[in-house]
């Protein structure tokens, strides 16, 4: 398949994760929106691994072009599953004083 | 078509199905769920493109452990009722107008590129996917990232107890 494909398919995943971001009331549903674009760059990193690697064949038959972006990509599983972690422990906090998740209303408390 | 092309705009249009479902929900787990269908529908795009270790852990990590977290969280403080709906619809649609600008620009963008022009993907081979090649690059050259993320796995889970802790 030509990279533009792979390259629109993960930029329309990541606006409409951006989308969800903006308007999303709730913020756990924020959350999963933000999760939803580390995913979209995440299939573009692996697209591109490959793509390098197909064009280091042509030169080199035992290549190993494109493997630093896939471990990237772990790398990137690894800080979304730490981030998850603690930001579920936010919204938790969160709840527990104010009993909504509706991110609006935090706007409100500062007055 | 071939085998492969079918796949590859089934998975797409699985995965863009899912993601919009996501925004559209009403209900907090439906919207999990849908996230889930997103997931699977990328390691489905893992696969095809023979990163298979990373098609697993995908799974594993994140419809696996984090969405599994999300419901927990989710069920836990009772927030599968329907929220109310948002009365300012207008800053929906500018939400909507600024995330689909983006869009365009960079699709734009991306059209004209020379640099992109005849690069193909290579599907449904290639070993550098594989968990032997990715392991043994990880581990020979780039230990010191990996030992740092069990650091940071540590900070996360310390503070997530920190954070919840009840006074």
């Given at each position: 398949m030509p990279i533009q494909y792979y390259i629109f398919l993960a930029l329309t995943l990541f606006s409409i994760g951006m989308v969800g971001v903006l308007t999303r009331r709730n913020a756990i549903i924020v959350f999963m929106c933000i999760e939803l674009m580390l995913n979209a760059v995440n299939l573009l990193l692996v697209a591109f691994s490959k793509m390098q690697y197909n064009l280091a064949l042509t030169n080199n038959k035992a290549t190993v072009a494109g493997t630093e972006a896939q471990l990237f990509v772990f790398f990137i599983m690894v800080v979304a599953a730490a981030e998850v972690s603690v930001g579920l422990a936010i919204i938790v906090m969160m709840y527990r004083n104010i009993h909504s998740v509706d991110v609006n209303f935090l706007n409100r408390l500062k007055n | 078509m071939s085998a492969t092309q079918l796949l590859f705009w089934f998975l797409s249009a699985l995965a863009l199905l899912g993601a919009i479902m996501v925004l559209i929900s009403k209900n907090p787990v439906h919207s999990v769920l849908w996230l889930i269908t997103v997931f699977f529908a990328i390691s489905g795009h893992y696969i095809l493109m023979n990163a298979q270790f990373l098609a697993i852990v995908n799974l594993i990590v994140y419809a696996g452990a984090i969405m599994v977290l999300f419901l927990f969280v989710i069920m836990l403080m009772n927030l599968d009722k329907t929220t109310d709906p948002q009365k300012n619809w207008w800053m929906k649609l500018a939400g909507v107008i600024?995330?689909?600008?983006?869009?365009?620009?960079?699709?734009?963008?991306?059209?004209?590129?020379?640099?992109?022009?005849?690069?193909?993907?290579?599907?449904?081979?290639?070993?550098?996917?594989?968990?032997?090649?990715?392991?043994?690059?990880?581990?020979?050259?780039?230990?010191?990232?990996?030992?740092?993320?069990?650091?940071?796995?540590?900070?996360?889970?310390?503070?997530?107890?920190?954070?919840?802790?009840?006074?």
């Open positions: - | 600024s995330g689909g600008c983006l869009l365009m620009e960079m699709a734009t963008l991306v059209r004209q590129a020379a640099e992109m022009k005849g690069k193909t993907v290579m599907m449904k081979t290639g070993d550098i996917g594989l968990i032997g090649h990715l392991g043994k690059f990880l581990f020979n050259d780039y230990v010191v990232p990996f030992e740092i993320s069990s650091v940071l796995f540590l900070s996360a889970m310390v503070g997530a107890v920190v954070i919840g802790k009840k006074n």
